[in-house]
């Protein structure tokens, strides 16, 4: 795990609740969520994509061992790799947009650059 935020959470709900996020925001590419999960999820999904720039069978079934979805791993594979092939590192971006009104918390936006 990439940071030490407990998130509210046991570590296997935790675990759970970051992989599905991941997922999502590679398959969208832009998600809204809190500060504090956004900064989680980065390190995670650029994992993803450094994976999928190194293209081999063994990186395919690693992603595919976290990503809990078989067509976010080929679109990762087939289209974020080679668009950051040049980049090394630095694929996402988080963007504070306020507090939501429900609670408060400090919400951002995280989306692919």
């Known amino acids: 795990m990439p940071g030490t935020r407990k998130l509210g959470k046991p570590t296997d709900q935790r675990r759970a609740m970051l992989r599905q996020q991941v997922t999502d925001f590679l398959d969208k590419g832009r998600m809204e969520t809190t500060v504090t999960r956004a900064k989680e999820v980065a390190p995670m999904a650029e994992k993803m994509i450094t994976l999928g720039k190194k293209n081999t069978l063994a990186t395919r079934r690693k992603a595919l061992s976290f990503i809990t979805k078989e067509d976010v791993v080929t679109k990762v594979f087939k289209d974020l790799a ?7 590192g630095g694929y996402t971006r988080i963007t504070k947009i306020g507090p939501r009104r429900g609670d408060g918390a400090e919400m951002a936006v995280i989306e692919l650059v």
Do not use: F, S
């Not at 080679?82 to 090394?88: D, F, L, S, T």
């Open 82 to 88: 080679p668009k950051y092939a040049e980049r090394n």
